[in-house]
C-alpha cells in the first residue's frame, strides 16, 4: 500500500486570509523532491473541534500527518493539546524544554512568561522535535489509532523560518531513515518571453503527454514557464531525464527561450553583457526605476550597469538626454522617435556600449484615441545603430501591469539584440 503524507495548517489568520500561506507551499515542493505521495491539503482555525474533526479524517487516509502552527503560549494555540486529546492520552511536561525555553528568555534579557510554561507540556510518548531558533519544540509522534493503523504526526511552529529550518534538520534525516524518501522529484522550470502559454502548449503538445519527465505550461505576468518533472531514484538519474526533453523544448522555441529556474531577464542579460565585455545605460519614463532596480539586484551588476536616468518630465528628457524638443513636440513624448533619442542619449552621455530606453502611457489618466493607455516604445542603441519596438499593453489590467511588463520587453529586447552580435573570443 503507497504511504502518503497530509498538511495540516492551522490559523485562523489564514482562513482570514491575513496571511499567505507559505508553509504549505514549502511542505508541498519539499514533499514532492523527496517523493512522498502528497493528496490532501487542510487549513482550520484554531478551534479544538475542527481540529479534531480534521485529525480523524486525516489519520483514516493518511500516514504522515504534518501540522504547522498553533504551537505558541496562548491560549488559542492549540494544536498539542488536541491531539492529546485526540489519541487519548495527557500533556506531560518536559523539564528539559522548559529549562532551554528559561534559558532563552535569559539569553534575551527578558521575564519569561507563566504561559510558556505550556511550549514544554507535549503528549505522552511523543519525542521532541527540536526549535533551535524559536521556543516552541514540535513533536514527533506515533500515537496508537484505535485500529492500530500506522500512523506518524510532525508538529512545527507557524513561524516559516523556525519551520523551515527544524523540517530541514530534523524531520528530513528522520523520514529518510524510516523509510519514508526512496525516491526524487526533480525539476526544472524553463522560462520563456514574448510567446503566451497556450501557443507554446501548442508546439510542445506531445511533451505535455509525457509521464516520465512530465511537462507542464504556467503562466505569471506575461512570462510563460514550462516545468519538467522527472521521478528518480537519485537527482542525477532525474537530470538524466530531464535534460534530452529540455534540449528539444529549448530547440522548439529558440528565440523565446531565456533561461531556467532562478534565471531572470535581467540576469541573463548581465551575463550577456559580461560574455560581451559590454556596459548598459538606461533611461525610463513610465517604469520610474524598475528596470534599474532589477538590474541591480544582481550581484555584482557593478561590472556592467552604468547608472540609469529616470527622464519622467520632458525637461530631463531634452536636458539629461539631448531630446529634441521639436521631436517631442511633433511626436510627443510617447514616440518611436523619442525612445530612440532617449537610448541613443543614455549611451552616449553616460559613455555606455549599449542603451535602453522606455517611454510609455502606464494609465489610468492620458491615454488618447491614438495614443491609448498601455502604449509604450521601447529603444535598444547599441554598437550597430538604434531600434525601436512597439508594444500596446491594453489598460484593462491596470498601471502595475503596463510597468513591470513593459520593463520585461525592454529587457527581452535587449537581450535579442545583444544575442546578434559575436562575443568576443568565440
Ligand atoms: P508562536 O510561537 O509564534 O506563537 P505558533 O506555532 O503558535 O508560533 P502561530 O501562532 O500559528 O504559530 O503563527 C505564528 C506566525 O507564523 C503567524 O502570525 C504567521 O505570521 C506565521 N504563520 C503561521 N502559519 C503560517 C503558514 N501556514 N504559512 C505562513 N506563515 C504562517
Redesign the pocket.
Known amino acids: 500500500m503507497q504511504r502518503t503524507a497530509e498538511v495540516i495548517?492551522?490559523?485562523t489568520?489564514?482562513l482570514l486570509g491575513d496571511?499567505?500561506?507559505?508553509?504549505?507551499q514549502f511542505l508541498a515542493q519539499e514533499l514532492a523532491r523527496l517523493g512522498i505521495a502528497h493528496y490532501h491539503q487542510t487549513v482550520v482555525g484554531d478551534n479544538p473541534e475542527r481540529i479534531r474533526q480534521v485529525v480523524a479524517i486525516a489519520q483514516s487516509r493518511a500516514q504522515l500527518l504534518i501540522f504547522?502552527?498553533?504551537?505558541?503560549?496562548?491560549p488559542d494555540?492549540l494544536t498539542h493539546e488536541t491531539l492529546a486529546s485526540c489519541f487519548g492520552v495527557p500533556l506531560v511536561e518536559h523539564p528539559e524544554i522548559l529549562a532551554t525555553i528559561h534559558e532563552k528568555f535569559v539569553r534575551r534579557g527578558i521575564p519569561m512568561a507563566p504561559s510558556n510554561r505550556t511550549q514544554a507540556l507535549l503528549p505522552l510518548g511523543a519525542e521532541v522535535l527540536t526549535n533551535s531558533s524559536?521556543?516552541?519544540p514540535g513533536i514527533i509522534w506515533q500515537p496508537q489509532p484505535p485500529d492500530n493503523r500506522e500512523l506518524t504526526i510532525l508538529t512545527f511552529?507557524?513561524?516559516?523560518t523556525e519551520m523551515k529550518m527544524m523540517w530541514r534538520h530534523v524531520a528530513v534525516p528522520y523520514l529518510q531513515a524510516h523509510g519514508w524518501s526512496q525516491q526524487t522529484l526533480h525539476s526544472r522550470m524553463l522560462k520563456f518571453w514574448g510567446i503566451s502559454e497556450s501557443a507554446l502548449a501548442e508546439q510542445v503538445q506531445p511533451m505535455l503527454a509525457s509521464t516520465n519527465p512530465t511537462v507542464a505550461p504556467y503562466a505569471n505576468w506575461g512570462e510563460v514557464k514550462l516545468r519538467i518533472a522527472a521521478v528518480a531514484d537519485s537527482h542525477d538519474e532525474a537530470e538524466r531525464l530531464i535534460e534530452p526533453m529540455a534540449q528539444k523544448i529549448r530547440a522548439i522555441a529558440p528565440d523565446y527561450y531565456y533561461g531556467c529556474d532562478q534565471d531572470t531577464l535581467a540576469s541573463v542579460v548581465g551575463e550577456m553583457l559580461l560574455a560581451q565585455n559590454a556596459t548598459l545605460a538606461i533611461a525610463e519614463s513610465c517604469t520610474g526605476g524598475g528596470i534599474g532596480s532589477q538590474i541591480t539586484e544582481i550581484p555584482g551588476s557593478s561590472a556592467y550597469f552604468v547608472g540609469g536616468v529616470i527622464a519622467y518630465d520632458n525637461r530631463v528628457k531634452i536636458q539629461q538626454l539631448g531630446v529634441e524638443t521639436t521631436v517631442l513636440e511633433r511626436q510627443g513624448a510617447v514616440s518611436a522617435a523619442v525612445a530612440a533619442q532617449m537610448a541613443q542619449g543614455v549611451k552616449q552621455r553616460l559613455g555606455a556600449t549599449w542603451g535602453l530606453s522606455i517611454t510609455g502611457i502606464a494609465g489610468p489618466d492620458g491615454g488618447t484615441p491614438d495614443k491609448p493607455v498601455g502604449l509604450v516604445y521601447i529603444g535598444v542603441a547599441g554598437p550597430q545603430g538604434v531600434q525601436t519596438f512597439e508594444h500596446s499593453l491594453g489598460s484593462g489590467r491596470g498601471r502595475q501591469w503596463v510597468r513591470q511588463l513593459c520593463a520585461s520587453h525592454g529587457l527581452n529586447h535587449l537581450r535579442l539584440a545583444l544575442r546578434q552580435l559575436p562575443t568576443p573570443g568565440r
Do not use: F, R, W
Not at 496571511?19 to 504549505?24: G, Q, R
Open positions: 495548517c492551522v490559523g489568520e489564514l496571511i499567505l500561506n507559505s508553509n504549505a504547522t502552527g498553533g504551537l505558541g503560549p496562548t494555540d524559536g521556543t516552541a511552529p507557524g513561524v516559516p
